[in-house]
């Protein structure tokens, strides 16, 4: 089955800079990737996804990279600022004929430093 | 419009006893999945439905753990005779069928003494 690993666990920055999180995946068949941010005691929310047939997609602060030969895609959050302060999840998906599978990363605790 | 609603949000329960968790999806959206969170940790996958298909049930931990979708649209997770191990956050998310987007729910703590 899939695998998705994500890197680093905790990350701290200084408000201002910016913020990289890594996952790698196992499955080449896996074919969606989208970021989740999930404050302290909510659901996740959808902040940027990616598709298999694209190599980097930005929305204003943020941007997420997909490298499908290496099978790793990024998170890149600039210009950080404190309500970014989150702990950020990846998650590989295969979509097939109506079926799909989904695996999270293990999340990355970001804290921005004012 | 709406979005997901999950409840209860907090459920206290001693060993041995049963729970349901319910979870409303967005209206229209077909799928429905169920995540287990613990404290500090990933999401973890239990079930998946799509419609009017059988679910995929691979991520349920135990045989302890069922769900079912009523209509295609409000799913209960029934944990029976609960563990202390069973405490995490649960969590539901639809998506539309036009959409890949999951939507999540605000969660149901549980927590089992």
């Known amino acids: 089955g899939e695998n998705v690993e994500q890197h680093p666990s905790t990350l701290s920055v200084q408000e201002g800079d910016s913020a990289v999180i890594k996952c790698t995946y196992s499955?080449?068949?896996?074919?969606?990737f989208p970021w989740y941010k999930q404050e302290l005691g909510k659901g996740p929310q959808l902040i940027i996804d990616?598709?298999?047939?694209?190599g980097e997609k930005k929305d204003q602060r943020i941007a997420v990279t997909l490298n499908k030969t290496a099978k790793h895609f990024s998170l890149h959050i600039t210009e950080t600022q404190p309500e970014d302060s989150a702990v950020y999840f990846c998650?590989?998906?295969?979509?097939?004929?109506?079926?799909?599978?989904?695996?999270f990363g293990t999340g990355t605790k970001l804290q921005v430093i004012p | 419009g709406a979005g997901v609603s999950q409840s209860p949000s907090n459920k206290v329960t001693e060993k041995g006893k049963d729970v349901e968790l319910r979870c409303d999806p967005i209206?229209?959206?077909?799928?429905l999945y169920w995540y287990r969170q613990s404290l500090g940790q990933g999401l973890e996958f239990l079930i998946y439905?799509?419609?009017?298909?059988?679910?995929?049930k691979s991520g349920l931990p135990s045989d302890r753990f069922s769900a079912e979708r009523t209509g295609g649209s409000v799913s209960t997770l029934t944990i029976q005779r609960t563990q202390q191990e069973d405490s995490a956050v649960y969590l539901c998310?639809?998506?539309?069928?036009?959409?890949?987007?999951?939507?999540f729910g605000p969660g149901t703590r549980l927590t089992v003494t």
């Open positions: 499955d080449s068949a896996s074919n969606y």
């Open positions: 998310a639809s998506s539309s069928p036009s959409r890949d987007e999951q939507y």
């Open positions: 209206s229209g959206h077909t799928a």
């Open positions: 990616i598709r298999s047939n694209v």
């Open positions: 439905f799509q419609g009017n298909s059988a679910p995929d």
């Open positions: 998650a590989a998906i295969l979509f097939s004929g109506g079926y799909q599978k989904v695996t």
